[in-house]
């Protein structure tokens, strides 16, 4: 008689609220050792939430859309993958950025809304969450252009035209581009180049 072990239940949401933490408490619990460097997690509306595991497809999008921008950046500009970013409320971690300035620029601090031309998410098990916190963070903090390179649907969204910290924050516009068209990469309101949806897609 074989027998079958069940898979653990996740834990239940508790009922007591459960207090949020600021940027600035984040801070300090890195700076006192309670994260590691490589934990995964990121801080999202004042919550620590843990980060999905990347599978080979994630990966690979994130290289070669590194590569594309890489190869049409202009001087003032840098390209970083997977880092934090700070915003008034959260430390998310995009898969890749377009930053303002010099790498030693930011030496002290993580690049805030004022430094980026571009947000990027590679999206697979995390959909929702791009189109829901991640887009709501980055339109509050005004951030002009997130672009989603949705692996499931095989197109990338781009969003352009924040509210602001709006009641409800959002991007206004919102093109979604197929694997047969070239996304128009703009910084500073002015595009610098174009990428083929199909030179990102793995």
Do not use: C
């Amino acid at each position: 008689m074989s027998s079958t072990i069940a898979p653990p239940l996740p834990p239940a949401l508790p009922f007591e609220p459960i207090m949020r933490i600021s940027v600035e408490q984040y801070h300090l619990m890195i700076a006192s050792g309670v994260f590691a460097d490589d934990q995964p997690v990121e801080l999202l509306e004042g919550w620590l939430v843990p980060k999905m595991p990347k599978k080979p497809s994630h990966r690979i999008a994130t290289t070669l859309l590194s590569d594309e921008l890489k190869a049409i950046l202009p001087a003032g500009w840098h390209l970083v993958n997977q880092d934090p970013i700070t915003t008034a409320e959260s430390e998310p971690e995009p898969d890749v950025m377009v930053v303002r300035g010099k790498v030693r620029d930011y030496a002290d601090r993580h690049p805030g809304p004022a430094d980026l031309g571009l947000i990027v998410e590679v999206s697979d098990t995390t959909v929702a969450r791009d189109r829901g916190v991640k887009k709501r963070i980055f339109g509050r903090a005004s951030i002009p252009i997130y672009w989603i390179v949705n692996l499931v649907d095989h197109q990338i969204e781009v969003y352009t035209d924040p509210t602001g910290p709006d009641e409800q924050p959002d991007y206004r516009q919102k093109h979604i581009f197929g694997p047969s068209d070239r996304i128009p990469v703009v910084l500073d309101g002015k595009e610098i180049g174009q990428i083929e949806v199909k030179a990102i897609l793995p």
